[in-house]
């Protein structure tokens, strides 16, 4: 059975910093690897999907790289502003889950003014 | 497209009440889910229809839950009795093709069960 983990689960950090979020996955057959963003009280919004035969997708200051074959996925966010305050998940679908999405438990990120 | 509609977005209900949530599909999309997202047991995956055939129900927790697609724009997640464990933020998410494309998600309806 597919897990997916996220670390850290909280983060804080200054405006303009530079940061990266870690997600880690135990079955390395999937058929691709989303990262959310969820605001509080809202629903889920898909910020980026990595096929599994891609390295990394890029959109604006977000980066997200893929390792299959070790299970590891990052999402980097340059130049972080207040408004980048969310929780990030991170999903994959699994290539013998037909198509069932399991999610990490998300990272609290918090960036300060 | 509006995105994904879900209705209502709030609902209080007492223990024993029979709860229906409803969900509008983006136009279009083959594929439909439902989740519920609880703060002990995050997102979860309850069931999901492709050209509105229940494919995979393995993640509805009980008799009680029940869900219908009646058609290509309309579903809904039915709880008869509720229970006060039922209390969570329910999602309703649809896809073209979930293995190449993303999952677009409605706003969730908060369900509290008194």
């Known amino acids: 059975k597919q897990e997916v983990t996220q670390i850290p689960a909280a983060l804080s950090v200054p405006e303009g910093e530079n940061l990266v979020l870690n997600c880690s996955f135990t079955d390395s057959a999937i058929y691709n690897l989303q990262w959310f963003r969820q605001d509080p009280g809202k629903g889920l919004t898909s910020l980026l999907l990595?096929?599994?035969?891609?390295r990394e997708q890029t959109s604006g200051r977000l980066n997200a790289s893929l390792d299959k074959s070790s299970g590891r996925s990052t999402l980097y966010i340059a130049a972080s502003q207040p408004g980048d305050s969310a929780t990030y998940l991170c999903?994959?679908?699994?290539?013998?889950?037909?198509?069932?999405?399991?999610f990490g438990s998300g990272t609290q990120l918090t960036v300060l003014p | 497209d509006a995105g994904v509609i879900q209705s209502p977005r709030h609902e209080v209900t007492e223990m024993g009440q029979e709860v229906t949530l409803r969900c509008k599909p983006i136009s279009g999309h083959d594929y439909l889910f439902w989740y519920r997202q609880t703060m002990m047991r995050g997102l979860e995956l309850l069931i999901y229809?492709?050209?509105?055939?229940?494919?995979?129900d393995s993640g509805m927790p009980e008799d009680r839950f029940s869900a219908k697609m009646p058609n290509a724009s309309f579903s809904t997640l039915k709880i008869q009795p509720s229970e006060p464990r039922d209390s969570a933020v329910y999602f309703c998410?649809?896809?073209?093709?979930?293995?190449?494309?993303?999952?677009?998600f409605g706003p969730g309806t908060r369900l509290t069960v008194l």
């Open positions: 999903a994959v679908i699994s290539s013998g889950s037909a198509r069932q999405l399991t």
């Open positions: 229809f492709n050209n509105n055939v229940p494919i995979d």
């Open positions: 990595i096929q599994s035969s891609q």
């Open positions: 998410a649809s896809s073209l093709m979930p293995s190449t494309d993303t999952q677009y």
